[in-house]
């Protein structure tokens, strides 16, 4: 069964706290969105597109997978570093906002703006 939640730590032991996949998602959109050159790639237009262009999957063992799909200007000179620092911008908001450290951070540049 697919998890869409991510248990966080509560040393309260007063219930479970969890935090949902569209929440991770909207996480990651966000901080990728702040690095300069790189915008998230918007959905697709057609009505029976299923794909977001964020992705998170939650694993058994608590560590998530997050999947970017990003449109980088065509005035960027290093698309590589522009790449390293969406993962450091999306690993720094996901360990801040979620408590929860992302195992792997695939940023796929799907288009030239």
């Known amino acids: 069964m697919k998890r869409d939640y991510y248990y966080i730590n509560n040393f309260e032991n007063a219930g479970d706290l969890a935090i949902g996949r569209h929440a991770i998602e909207h996480i990651a959109t966000i901080a990728a969105d702040t690095v300069p050159g790189a915008k998230v790639q918007g959905r697709k237009k057609s009505l029976f597109a299923l794909e977001s262009p964020v992705r998170a999957s939650f694993r058994k ?23 390293s620092s969406i993962q ?17 951070i695939e940023v796929r540049v799907s288009s030239l703006s």
């Open 61 to 83: 063992d608590g560590r998530i997978d997050l999947r970017l799909d990003v449109s980088i200007s065509r005035d960027v000179k290093d698309v590589g570093a522009v790449c």
């Open 88 to 104: 450091e911008a999306v690993d720094s908001a996901v360990r801040m906002m979620a408590e929860a450290l992302p195992f792997s």
